[in-house]
């Protein structure tokens, strides 16, 4: 028994530049919230029969996308997002990083050591996140483990998919927002991934992951207790921060000479730099570097927006590299840092990093194109996350995490469309000047969870 079936225009990637604009398509979601058939150039009028020759009910639920005003995309992955600093948003955008740090995220995240503070903060984050079509954020909690059980709690029952880990802080933070000692963050964090892992036993829709601040916030001793934990679960992600701003790295290479300035030889030291790693930001990138990177199969949190306003200084990170030489790469809102929380804004400000990058590499980085932001978004920060399999795009097999879209929605503020766009035009508009009142449904492993 099918629980969904759509039929309309469909658009998803299969790589960076293989865009697929699929019309009168019908794709059906079976009741596990599986994609069971794409079937591509049905007449509305022939889905009927088609679907009885599938041997698909009559009752199944049937959605005809309006042609040409609405279609069907997957849902956006956010791969580095601070769920603790949802209410911060906006605040100390022209600061350096480690003056943001301790003026205005440290202290904002202490408060969530209060329980009913982070069920308020969280309910709304989630919510809104999900509003904005991001089907699948990888979260960084506060260090509290308790707003972290808390936050996993609430996407569970929201129905977000998400990785979410307790944040590791054991020094360069303030007294009253640091973990107390190496044994207590550790500690936590077992307490975390257990938790995690018994409301989702699976991993079907929530799952822990090690979550490191950044080397500064860390000694040693925790550097080596997380990679500890992370080669005793070889299938737990890991993200961290990563050369994400010259005062960040200049203070990381002070604390660690050892490692004469390579943040990858650092994380890679403490068993912390594998396929399951995300590493956000990577502004900053050595030859050397972006080479053990690439033999490790890390994956790349690109958060343009961020770097160009938190941070210190106008970041623009060398994604084109990234992509020619196979890495993975998604996006990240780094709500908190940056002033949006739209994947959409990412999508936009990384053309804008791109184009700057073009710039900056005397033109042999060339600028993205929308199709290739699209893939960011979608099917690239799936593999960042590790969800390749089940989710970023709608291939046979994988989970239906997807969202409709209405290119006329009402009150929006859309570019218009005329009658001679064709659907490529039409998803160019979208990408470009849509916001969440153009996200109209949106589906996680097959269940409607627009707020
Ligand atoms: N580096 C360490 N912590 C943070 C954070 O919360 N945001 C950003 N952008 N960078 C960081
Ligand atoms: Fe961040």
């Known amino acids: 028994m099918p629980a ?41 009028e022939r889905v009927p029969s088609l679907l009885s020759s599938l041997n698909i009910p009559s009752s199944a639920k049937i959605r005809y996308l309006s042609p040409r005003r609405e279609f069907l995309i997957p849902g956006f992955v956010d791969t580095h997002n601070h769920a603790p600093q949802w209410a911060q948003r906006g605040l100390g955008q022209s600061m350096h990083i480690l003056e943001w740090l301790e003026q205005v995220t440290f202290p904002n995240e202490a408060r969530f050591a209060d329980p009913a503070y982070a069920r308020r903060i969280y309910s709304d984050c989630v919510e809104s996140f999900l509003r904005q079509g991001v089907t699948t954020a990888s979260y960084y909690g506060s260090m509290h483990a308790e707003a972290t059980t808390i936050l996993a709690d609430l996407c569970w029952e929201k129905g977000q998919r998400a990785l979410v880990g307790k944040c590791n802080m054991d020094r360069n933070a303030p007294p009253y927002y640091r973990d107390s000692s190496v044994e207590a963050s550790l500690a936590d964090t077992e307490a975390c991934i257990a938790h995690v892992r018994r409301i989702d036993p699976q991993g079907a829709l929530v799952q822990p992951v090690l979550t490191p601040r950044f080397a500064i916030s860390c000694t040693p001793a925790l550097l080596e207790g997380l990679g500890q934990i992370a080669g005793a679960n070889p299938h737990l992600p890991i993200q ?195 916001d969440d009142r153009n996200i109209t449904e949106v589906y996680v492993r097959g269940r409607s969870v627009k707020p």
């Open 240 to 434: 961290t921060h990563f050369n994400e701003a010259e005062q960040e790295m200049r203070f990381t290479a002070e604390l660690f000479p050892e490692f004469r300035g390579s943040e990858a030889d650092l994380y890679a030291h403490y068993g912390l730099l594998s396929s399951r790693s995300i590493l956000a930001h990577c502004c900053h990138m050595s030859e050397h570097e972006m080479r053990r990177v690439q033999e490790l199969g890390c994956g790349v949190a690109h958060c343009p927006v961020s770097n160009m306003t938190v941070g210190g200084g106008f970041m623009a990170a060398p994604v084109r590299d990234f992509l020619s030489r196979g890495i993975k790469v998604g996006l990240g809102t780094d709500s908190g840092g940056g002033f949006s929380s739209s994947i959409l804004d990412a999508m936009r400000q990384a053309l804008v990093a791109s184009n700057a990058r073009e710039v900056m590499s005397e033109g042999r980085d060339k600028g993205l194109d929308i199709g290739e932001l699209f893939f960011l978004a979608t099917l690239g920060g799936a593999r960042v996350c590790g969800l390749e399999d089940k989710i970023g795009n709608f291939e046979v097999g994988k989970e239906f995490d997807a969202l409709v879209i209405n290119a006329n929605a009402p009150g929006g503020i859309m570019t218009m469309l005329e009658d001679e766009d064709s659907p490529r035009t039409i998803f160019d508009k979208f990408i470009m000047t849509s």
């Open 4 to 44: 969904r079936v759509f039929h309309g225009t469909i658009i998803h990637s299969r790589g960076p530049s293989d865009l697929l604009i699929l019309e009168s398509s019908v794709l059906v979601v079976s009741d596990n919230g599986k994609i069971t058939n794409v079937i591509l150039g049905i007449p509305k």
